[in-house]
């Protein structure tokens, strides 16, 4: 993957929603804008989240896993491995929309 830092990080938390975040990944990989990551936080699943975001093979879709701590902490835990310039927020739900945010507190 090239050292470049994204324009946009895409950030998921998620726990136990493996049937949600192929649908997730895909409406990301579906976007025509194509200078960003997608950072998956898994907080703790114990099913196939995994497989399902390695299944991609995608360089820009990073899987963070750490052990469950809740919503809260899955995104906190997304946001300091976003590299990107803006930050926005995407929910495994279908029918979510993003928010976005300036990472510009980052050098």
Do not use: C, W
Not at 79 to 104: C, F, M, Q, V
């Amino acid at each position: 993957m090239s050292m470049t830092r994204p324009r946009v990080s895409i950030i998921t938390s998620t726990y136990n929603r493996a049937n949600l975040l192929a649908q997730a990944i895909r409406s990301a990989l579906a976007q025509t804008f194509s200078n960003f990551e997608m950072v998956i936080v898994d907080d703790g699943s114990q099913d196939n989240s995994r497989r399902v975001v390695e299944g991609f093979g995608d360089p820009r879709i990073r899987y963070v896993y750490q052990p469950n701590a809740g919503l809260a902490a899955g995104r906190n835990t997304a946001i300091r491995h976003a590299r990107g310039e803006y930050i926005a927020g995407k929910s495994p739900r279908p029918n979510r929309t993003l928010r976005a945010r300036s990472n510009s507190t980052r050098e």
